[in-house]
């Protein structure tokens, strides 16, 4: 890549990145997971890596099943730092309020 071009791109990536930032928190403040019991342990546990609406955008065809395997992958596989008391609440909370029968 010439000089040149490693210039613009230093000088557009800040400002694409403060533009794709700002409207994914725009967009962000509007999502609301359902009330009920283990709603603050999802958020604790699940908001940390990704966004919630990941979990309303599935949760039109998850299963218990299916957010048991979520959970899984999200622990053993990314590496999320979630015990064992917190994957039963969290799954109990995405099954009852997200999950399909």
């Known amino acids: 890549m010439s000089a040149h071009a490693m210039k613009m791109l230093n000088t557009l990536l800040p400002a694409l990145v403060a533009v794709f930032s700002a409207s994914t928190f725009a967009g962000e403040a ?3 997971l359902k009330e009920g ?3 603050d342990t999802v958020m604790a ?3 940390m890596c990704h966004s919630i609406d990941y979990i309303q955008m599935n949760s039109l065809f998850m299963k218990r099943t299916d957010w048991q395997a979520t959970v899984d992958k999200m622990v053993n596989v990314m590496g999320a ?3 064992q008391d917190d994957i039963s609440v969290i799954l109990d ?3 009852t ?3 399909v029968e």
Do not use: D, M
């Open 97 to 99: 309020y997200y999950g």
């Open 93 to 95: 909370y995405l099954t």
């Open 81 to 83: 730092p979630i015990s």
């Open 30 to 32: 509007q999502i609301e």
């Open 45 to 47: 546990n699940c908001a």
């Open 37 to 39: 019991a283990g709603r």
